[in-house]
């Protein structure tokens, strides 16, 4: 019994420590002086700016990577074709490369230097901070749906065809309703990497104010560059607001389903 | 009726149907009974379009099926697990076939009703999967086959998810449906005590061929080969002749060409009698005898007796090879 408190506390201190105090902190500075300040340092319009192509970039990206994801989650539990190992590997990819280097490739392939030689405008503008984000949350919607696309099996879909359903009947009324969940989180995973992507941010968007600076490159460049630490604990609440403004519409949405 | 021609199916090395061919009749309720890993679920899913053979035709009343979908083959399947669909109510499960067809709502909430009422689901409708019993979702999972007026009913190891007494009863239950609903029903089973008391017809397969096709009683009493009258029920082995125990019985004194036997042990099973004997060269046999006999005979471990086989001669087999010993 004791050693179960000592082991739960362990635990609470971790997260506590390392989680919750720092970001309550940020929390605490942002309305420090009223909410009223807060109001103002984010609807500035460099901080409207970067908030709308935030979301902009979200919702770009969302639906290319639910796409792709479930295309690949299919091929990966369901599908027997030469290369499948290496389409595995490859999805894990953008886990283990850092988003820097993500970044820097990104230039060299669509820079002006690069293969293509700056016949695309990517870099520096919103497609290649799409492209970028693309990559680094690739795997998200993939790896929470194969392992649920698995564990549900072919009978039903195999019940299905002898009913009667074409594939796309069978993939609408009973695949995709039997892994909502999975894709639910991978969605709200995807969103909120998104949102916080940085890194291969830095390398090729402009992080011009108003124009190519997203959420994260704001709360950066306000804290480095302008030494404005109260505008940077404001834009952060707002990133982390956004965040948990997902999280929180999709539990709604899941639980409104099951009823 | 299901015609099968000469279909072989290959997974990788493994031979899962090596040139198989059957005929299963217009209404009948054919059982197809093997050993797991006999062929018998790939034979089922190949006719019902889930598989398809490497070589060999499937002929459904008339019409060849062999490159058809599963869609097309006007088919009902049902599955072991049952594959509810469990986002889905009872109702809707039921009707997804037709609603896929696009029938009008009315004319689904009909049939669904209708057929509810025959699976004994009548209040159920709304209810999720999840909140019925194995044995009930395995009846919604008939319903949803039957839903859209199929031309076979193939049926894949239906009640083996489920406990021996709800087992016993859906059997009995399916038994009466077919009689009353009469479509053409192929199911797939590994017990024989199932195939013998529901099917008219039983297809007995082993390592990728069918056996011996014939009625229960027909293969119980005349059985092809060793592997059949194994797979059936119980068998004696007396030197190289193969007799079912029941064909066995024990004399207090020596009579024409009866055989000197020790008994080894008796046990009493309800309303049989199992005998433990030994024969003279020290083999082993035993034999099943009626409360009365055993009575008459009173016999205990350590007695001699003298052991004749009685019964039908077609029922007794010569042991041709050790194939009976892979099935005891």
Redesign the interface.
């Not at chain 2, 594959?83 to 986002?87: E, G, I, L, R, V």
């Given at each position: 019994m004791s050693t179960r408190i000592a082991l739960r506390s362990v635990a609470l201190t971790y997260l506590g420590v390392l989680v919750v105090v720092p970001l309550a902190m940020i929390f605490y500075r942002t309305f420090e002086d009223g909410f009223v300040a807060f109001f103002e340092s984010v609807t500035t319009p460099a901080a409207i700016s970067a908030i709308s192509l935030s979301l902009t970039i979200v919702a770009i990206v969302v639906p290319l990577n639910v796409v792709f994801g479930l295309v690949t989650a299919l091929a990966l539990a369901r599908g027997n074709f030469p290369g499948k190992g290496l389409l595995q590997a490859v999805v894990d990819l953008p886990f283990a490369v850092s988003p820097v280097i993500v970044g820097v490739a990104l230039i060299l392939f669509w820079g002006n230097d690069g293969w293509l030689g700056g016949a695309f405008p990517v870099i520096f503008s919103l497609p290649g901070m799409v492209l970028a984000t693309v990559f680094v949350t690739l795997p998200f919607v993939v790896r929470e749906v194969e392992p649920v696309l698995r564990e549900i099996g072919t009978e039903q879909e195999e019940a299905a065809s002898t009913l009667g359903a074409s594939r796309w009947q069978t993939f609408w009324r009973i695949t995709l309703p039997a892994i909502r969940v999975g894709v639910g989180y991978g969605v709200v995973l995807t969103v909120a990497r998104s949102l916080g992507e940085f890194g291969a941010l830095t390398v090729v968007a402009g992080g011009v104010a108003g124009e190519s600076q997203t959420l994260t490159l704001l709360v950066h460049a306000r804290y480095i560059d302008d030494h404005n630490t109260f505008g940077a604990y404001s834009a952060a609440t707002v990133l982390m607001g956004l965040a948990l403004v997902t999280l929180v519409l999709m539990t709604l949405l899941e639980r409104r389903r099951e009823a | 009726m299901i015609t099968v021609t000469n279909v072989s199916k290959r997974f990788g090395d493994f031979t899962a149907l090596d040139d198989v061919s059957l005929e299963v009749p217009d209404g009948s309720l054919t059982a197809l009974l093997g050993p797991s890993g006999s062929g018998k679920s790939t034979l089922l899913r190949i006719i019902?379009?889930?598989e398809f053979a490497d070589s060999g035709s499937v002929v459904i009343h008339g019409e060849d099926v062999t490159g058809v979908?599963?869609?097309k083959?006007g088919?009902?399947?049902v599955?072991q697990?049952y594959?509810?669909?469990?986002?889905m109510t009872v109702h809707d499960n039921v009707g997804?076939?037709l609603k896929?067809?696009k029938t009008p709502k009315e004319r689904i909430d009909e049939r669904v009703n209708e057929l509810l009422k025959i699976v004994g689901l009548g209040g159920f409708a709304k209810r999720y999967p999840s909140q019925l019993s194995g044995g009930q979702r395995q009846r919604m999972?008939l319903a949803?086959?039957l839903?859209?007026e199929p031309r076979v009913l193939l049926l894949d190891e239906p009640f083996g998810a489920l406990d021996a007494k709800v087992r016993a009863e859906l059997r009995e239950w399916l038994r009466r449906l077919h009689e009353e609903v009469h479509v053409t029903t192929l199911l797939v089973t590994h017990d024989q005590e199932e195939a013998l008391s529901i099917a008219d017809n039983i297809a007995v397969m082993d390592n990728a061929h069918i056996e011996q096709v014939g009625g229960p009683r027909e293969l119980y009493d005349r059985p092809a080969n060793s592997f059949v009258m194994g797979f059936l029920g119980p068998v004696a082995q007396v030197d190289d002749t193969l007799v079912r125990p029941h064909d066995i019985s024990l004399l207090s004194r020596p009579e024409g060409d009866a055989r000197e036997a020790q008994v080894t042990r008796v046990s009493h099973l309800g309303f049989e009698v199992r005998v433990e004997l030994q024969l003279g060269d020290g083999q082993p046999v035993f034999a099943q005898l009626t409360r009365t006999e055993a009575a008459q005979l009173e016999l205990s471990a350590g007695d001699i007796v003298w052991l004749a086989l009685t019964g039908d001669r077609d029922a007794r087999l010569v042991s041709e090879d050790d194939r009976l010993d892979a099935v005891a």
């Open positions: - | 019902g379009g889930l979908v599963p869609q083959r088919i009902g399947f599955f697990h594959a509810a669909f469990k986002h997804f076939g896929i067809r999972a949803r086959a839903a859209v």
